[in-house]
């Protein structure tokens, strides 16, 4: 499986953005997916994942309420719509894949890596 985030952008405080990562390999029905993010100085941090369904989705405590991960296997991509934008989440977002399948909230427990998508949040 490789990865390619996409949607990052600018937006003001309150707005949304939607971000997408899409796969590519026949096997990505069988990963978990989570996303993470990373601010400047600051280690990379769990945001969100869900499992290989498309079920139990799992969030951090910052985001809950506010952003909603979701997957279409069909079409090989997960999303990560982010509502209610606040500053505090500009950072890169990294989407990320887990063989095993099932929600993990470590960087650790990740196998592939995409690239990250810069979401800047203005105030």
């Known amino acids: 499986v490789q990865l390619q985030a996409s949607g990052g952008g600018l937006v003001q405080a309150g707005g949304s953005l939607r971000l997408s990562c899409a796969a590519s390999?026949?096997?990505?029905?069988?990963?978990?997916m989570g996303w993470f993010r990373q601010a400047p100085g600051k280690e990379r941090q769990f945001v969100a994942a869900?499992?290989?369904?498309?079920?139990?989705?799992s969030y951090a405590d910052s985001v809950k309420g506010r952003f909603t991960v979701s997957r279409d296997n069909s079409k090989n991509t997960v999303f990560l719509q982010m509502n209610s934008l606040k500053p505090e989440d500009t950072a890169v977002y990294y989407c990320?894949?887990?063989?095993?399948?099932?929600?993990?909230?470590?960087?650790?427990?990740?196998?592939?890596w995409g690239q990250g998508t810069q979401v800047t949040v203005s105030s």
């Open positions: 390999g026949r096997t990505f029905s069988n990963y978990a």
């Open positions: 990320a894949a887990a063989r095993d399948g099932y929600v993990v909230r470590l960087t650790r427990g990740y196998d592939v």
């Open positions: 869900i499992n290989w369904r498309g079920s139990n989705p």
